[in-house]
Nanobody, 119 residues
């Protein structure tokens, strides 16, 4: 399978913004989801977007702060994160829903990108 690759993380101060990217070398019809996992915690759903881009879904913990979007030409899905907090510190990853609907199951996990937020 073609794995999705997350990038764009970094170490920032509380209140800063970051935009993460999720890329694939495939143009197949799939939905993309963003997830994160903090040390000692389970993987948490953040946001998802259908292949069409017409439907977006957000986890309750980040709704209102994070925005998901996509660029079809670049095979890239973005996660814009505003007002970052120390509790946002985690490894952020993206996966694919091959049905294209954005409700899972999620597959093709790739390398995640680390986000660290200091107080």
């Amino acid at each position: 399978q073609v794995h999705l690759v997350a990038s764009g993380g970094g170490h920032v101060q509380s209140g800063s913004s970051l935009t993460l990217s999720c890329t694939s070398d495939s143009s197949a019809n799939f939905a993309t989801g963003w997830f994160r996992q903090a040390p000692g915690k389970d993987r948490e759903f953040l946001a998802a977007i259908r292949w069409s881009g017409a439907n977006k879904y957000y986890g309750r913990s980040v709704k209102g702060r994070f925005t998901i979007s996509k660029d079809h030409a670049r095979n890239t899905v973005y996660l814009k994160m505003n007002d970052l907090k120390p509790e946002d510190t985690a490894v952020y990853s993206c996966g694919a829903d091959d049905s294209g609907r954005g409700s899972g199951p999620w597959n093709r996990w790739g390398q995640g990108t680390q986000v660290a937020v200091s107080s």
